[in-house]
């Protein structure tokens, strides 16, 4: 650690599985989601993962519904599976 700078570390958790899912609804806020979306189960295949993993698969998800058709309206439970398999854990 540099001089001046924050000299404590903090180490944070894991999230659990509520906790992901919270991270999830808050990710996907301005994701259109599909009817088959459980945001519950997606939290409980990604159970290994961090909150900005998390994250970063809703994005994947996202870009996945997009790269498989541009004028997609929805994120498709497909599209997480999909996303959670190409995102390596942690």
Known sequence: LRPGRFDHVV???Q???AGRAAILRLATRRIPLA???DLTAVA???SSR???EMTRVCKEAALA???EDRAATVV???HFERA???SPAG
């Open 11 to 13: 180490p944070v958790p």
């Open 15 to 17: 999230p659990d599985a």
């Open 35 to 37: 009817a088959d979306v």
């Open 44 to 46: 409980h295949m990604a």
């Open 50 to 52: 961090t909150g900005a």
């Open 65 to 67: 519904a997009l790269r």
């Open 76 to 78: 498709s439970a497909r």
């Open 84 to 86: 959670l398999s190409l």
